[in-house]
Structure formats: structure tokens, C-alpha cells
């Protein structure tokens, strides 16, 4: 397993997209990061809390209700 930290791999990726773009201007790179970070981090949340929301919610340091919304905003449940 990499020893690299996650603060490590989005920067070495931010710095590769910035690289990728070749001088052009960046748009929307928060809302890039965020929607690809927060489908895998919710996967990976509930998994390991066998499904249980209440516990996803409380490792993630969010309400219940929201986790139930993004969990629909991304089609993880029904």
C-alpha cells in the first residue's frame, strides 16, 4: 500500500490537472474536487459502516438527514 497521504494524492492530482490544462484557465476546481471525492468517500463511509447511517453520519461529522440526501443525490440508495 502507498505511503502517500490523501492531502499528498489531491495535490500531486491538482497539480497534474493544472499541468493538463497547459496555461488555459481553470473552471469551477472546487466543485470538480468536491464531486469527485464525495461519491468514492461516501461508498467507502458506508461499507465500512455496513450500511448504517446513523454511524456514517457521526464518522463523517455530518447530520444524518444530509447524508441521506447525498446519499440519494448520488443514487447509493433508493
Same mark, same amino acid.
Given at each position: 500500500? #502507498?505511503?502517500?497521504?490523501? +492531502?499528498?494524492? @489531491?495535490?500531486?492530482?491538482? !497539480?497534474?490537472?493544472? +499541468? ?7 473552471? =469551477? &476546481?472546487?466543485?470538480?474536487? &468536491?464531486? *469527485?471525492? !464525495?461519491?468514492?468517500?461516501? !461508498? &467507502? &463511509?458506508? =461499507?465500512? *459502516?455496513?450500511?448504517?447511517? #446513523?454511524? *456514517? =453520519?457521526?464518522?463523517?461529522? @455530518? ?6 440526501? %447525498?446519499?440519494? !443525490? +448520488?443514487?447509493? @440508495? %433508493?
Amino acid at each position: 500500500m #502507498s505511503k502517500k497521504n490523501i +492531502h499528498d494524492c @489531491i495535490r500531486d492530482n491538482l !497539480e497534474g490537472y493544472f +499541468h493538463d490544462l497547459k496555461g488555459a484557465e481553470p473552471d =469551477a &476546481v472546487y466543485d470538480m474536487v &468536491v464531486r *469527485a471525492v !464525495e461519491r468514492p468517500m461516501l !461508498e &467507502v &463511509v458506508m =461499507a465500512r *459502516a455496513e450500511g448504517n447511517q #446513523s454511524k *456514517a =453520519a457521526d464518522w463523517l461529522g @455530518i447530520n444524518r438527514n444530509t447524508l441521506r440526501r %447525498k446519499l440519494l !443525490e +448520488h443514487k447509493l @440508495i %433508493k
